[in-house]
């Protein structure tokens, strides 16, 4: 599948099928997840068959049903963690969402996750992990002006990534970001006020950078 394609497919799910994640899809992930630790320096874990984490009020309160899997993004603390997290965790959302599965990035309905955490690490985020009731829905967004420098003379690779861009799931799909390209620089700035705007800049460079190529760019 193109990553356009599974760029595309991808909406948040808050309720899942009472289904077990086969084995054979749970070992991808795991491999997959060591990849991204490794290049991501990050310590990101996958818990299965775990409904405790979702059992809490403030999950009831978040809708979530049968949040029995999840994956929680933690790395030792730096300036950059939240932003490394967003983008790595959204590699994994990705891959997730190649295999089948279905995924949600959840900042504060859910309890205490199974993190285990070494000296001097920080959890940021959790992602819902399963087989979805629905596939989820698209939200209306806002237009490609709004969020980047674009234009009908730019290049093809920038058109992309600002499409791939605006897809990115973000915090109360409040997109307080924006993409500005000079030649083949892009620099991605985030607004001052919101909610986890570092954990969103991260995904949103994720899905820029898959869909633009990173051979057409260099950020700035």
């Known amino acids: 599948m193109e990553i356009m394609d599974i760029i595309r497919s991808r909406h948040s799910v808050r309720q899942y099928q ?5 084995e054979e899809i749970r070992q991808e992930l795991n491999n997959y997840t060591d990849t991204l630790n490794r290049k991501g320096g990050l310590h990101i874990q996958i818990f299965y068959d775990e409904p405790d984490c979702f059992s809490s009020r403030l999950a009831h309160y978040g809708k979530f049903e049968n949040a029995n899997n ?3 993004a933690a790395g030792k603390k730096a300036s950059d963690l939240e932003e490394r997290c967003g983008f790595f965790g959204e ?23 199974k993190a285990n955490l070494e000296a001097g690490e920080k959890e ?7 087989y979805g009731k629905t596939q ?11 969020i980047s420098n674009v234009s009908d003379d730019s290049p093809e690779w920038f058109k992309r990534g600002v499409e791939a861009a605006l ?17 083949s620089l892009v620099r991605a700035k985030t607004g001052l006020i919101g909610t986890n705007l570092k954990v969103d800049l991260g ?7 898959l869909a633009a190529g990173k051979e057409n760019f260099t950020w700035a």
């Not at 989820?136 to 709004?146: E, L, N, T, V």
């Open 203 to 209: 995904i949103v460079k994720c899905h820029f950078e």
């Open 136 to 146: 989820g829905a698209a939200h209306k967004g806002k237009a490609a002006s709004d």
């Open 124 to 130: 940021v985020i959790i992602i819902s992990l399963g």
């Open 70 to 72: 999840y994956i929680v």
């Open 18 to 22: 009472e289904k077990k994640i086969p």
């Open 167 to 183: 897809l990115a799931p973000t915090a109360i799909n409040q997109q307080k970001f924006y993409l500005e390209r000079d030649g």
């Open 91 to 113: 590699m994994l959302v990705l891959k997730a969402q190649e295999l089948g599965l279905n995924t949600c990035w959840v900042a504060l309905t859910h309890g205490k996750s």
